[in-house]
């Protein structure tokens, strides 16, 4: 919701609006920046509605309860409500409040004649009425497309209760803003707390056999107070009008502590640049440069581009640590975590370690090489750094293979620290004689997904639409591809798509390569052959992306 154009009204408008007028019109002002940013569109509206719909289609006629007469679907329904609301009210919040702090908004925010807390309400009611339109039309798909029954008499204690733990995560949500320096920060941790503890708060998982630690982990922490809470008043156990006192109680607790925290630490000014800038300022060095005359240009050799390229753009994505969250650090946390939800004991929990040790692997090299470089390269391509490199004497086919290779250089650490988790923490074995098998699979399987990203590229020109397209395309695709529903009962139709698509045969080809059950030199031949034809067509396609940005 962050965006240059957040203004407050000058003086004598805000006598005449009053503190009601001038938090709606700061609220106002927040939603149309929302409205105008995809990515946040996608985490708080369209990221459950697809977990809806996936596990809809995979599990929404499973019964379960005492008779055996409840939906699965009834019980996700509400759970992905509060994903979708605490991505607004936490994660996104968070993030575009510290983007305006950056660029010195809230600063001068700070300097009009608004008070303080009344800047911080706009904010917050801007993210308030995103988690309410997002739980809502969350329900609703639900009720209509998978007969959920929702309880009228207790829609007034639901709406209490999304309301209370709204307020809460947005209190959270400043509290992180006072521990942290940039957006980049608020954005990996926000993120990095969230999803794993979808996990162990009846959010992704419900209902499952956790270690003990686990357990008292989730129900000291306050999301799953809020999923039980909502689903107590709007889920199939909803009874009568009353609020649940005691979840309420928690969620309460946890935002007057978050409160606290953000009222006595939170800073209006940017943070961690002042003084850097200002010694730059000050004693700029001397420049020691050649006149323009006195330089003899050489032609670089080939792969000294390629070298500068790769280490430049792995910088970039080491700098960012929501890119480095979403490509390595997520995938390795759920190899360690998704097994230990398994129930069944050591052998059940090696056999879940080893089964998703492939899909995650393959999600974090899709992830890299399909949505985070086509991504970087879109951004180049719209500051004009592509339209500069055409004129230098750097082949383009270098600064391709430069981003290629930074994305090989990615990939193989997320694939590393998942087989590291999988191996140490569960026992799973992965036989030497199949690395070669490992090594073409996981080549075979980078270059797919980068001709691919590139191809993306050409159809697709702005590279907010970039990330959309991809992200939209990449995460329901994964459910349907053995990375992270496996084995699962697909509908004929979901069941031929992913046949056809290119993830789970990347996923396929890791596993013969990476499993120790299987016979052979580990060659999943049919599914490298899948991928390469993939990557060819994405290949022609990308033989006409555009180097120079869009006009206007």
Known sequence: MATEALQ????????????????????????RSFSRNPIALFFTLAMPLFFLAIIGALFGDVRVGPNGDVRLAEFFTPAMAVFGAVEAAFCVLAVD????????????????????????????????????????VVVATGVIL??????????????????????????????VLAVVRTSVAAQALTNGILI????????????????????????????????????????????????????????????????????????????????????????????????LHAVRLRRPAPWTSVRIQA??????????ATAVFFTVIFPVLLVALMPALTTGGAGQQTEAARLLLPGMSAYGIAVTAYVILPSGVAEARERGA?????????????????????????????????AA??????????????????????????????ALGF??????????????????????????????????????????????????????????????ASTGAGFAWGDLAVLTAWGVAGMLVARRMSWQAEAG
């Open 8 to 31: 407050v009204p000058p003086a004598r408008a805000v006598k005449r609006l009053g503190v009601v007028g001038l938090v709606a019109t700061l609220t106002g002002q927040g939603l």
């Open 421 to 450: 988790v999988a191996v140490v923490g569960y026992g799973v074995r992965i036989e030497i004689g199949r690395l070669p098998a490992t090594l073409i699979a996981f080549a075979v399987s980078v270059g797919c997904f980068a």
């Open 196 to 291: 794993p503890l979808a996990f162990i708060s009846d959010v992704f998982a419900m209902n499952t056999s956790m270690p003990v630690w686990l357990e008292h982990l989730g129900s000291a922490l306050p999301l799953k107070h809020f999923a039980t809470a909502f689903a107590q008043t709007v889920g199939p156990s909803a009874s009568g009008t009353g609020l649940p006192a005691d979840h309420l109680a928690v969620l309460a607790a946890w935002g007057i502590g978050a409160s606290l925290v953000a009222w006595r630490w939170f800073a209006w000014e940017p943070r961690g640049c002042g003084s850097a800038v200002a010694s730059a300022v000050a004693a700029p060095e001397r420049s020691t440069a050649k006149p």
């Open 97 to 136: 409040t510290a983007l305006l702090r950056e660029r010195g908004i809230l600063l001068r925010m700070r300097g009009t004649p608004a008070p303080p807390w009344v800047i911080l309400a706009g904010r917050i009611g801007a993210a308030a009425v995103v988690a309410m339109v997002s739980a809502a």
């Open 146 to 175: 998978y007969g959920v029954r929702v309880s009228w008499r207790s829609l007034p204690a639901a709406f209490a209760t999304l309301l209370l733990g709204v307020a809460c995560f947005a209190a959270l949500g400043l509290a």
């Open 311 to 320: 280490r430049y753009a792995l910088t970039g994505l080491i700098r960012d």
């Open 386 to 418: 592509l339209r500069r490199l055409r004129g230098t004497p750097m082949p383009p086919w270098a600064y391709v293979a430069g981003r290629v290779t930074a994305a090989l250089l990615v990939a193989a650490a997320t694939i590393l620290g998942a």
């Open 455 to 516: 191809a993306v590229l050409t159809l697709a020109r702005r590279s907010q639409a970039i990330t959309a397209l991809t992200l939209g395309t990449l995460l329901p695709l994964a459910f349907i591809s053995d990375v992270f529903v496996i084995g699962a009962d697909l509908p004929s139709t979901l069941d031929v798509l992913g046949d056809i698509l290119p993830l789970k045969h990347a996923a396929h080809a890791l596993g013969e390569a990476l499993s120790s």
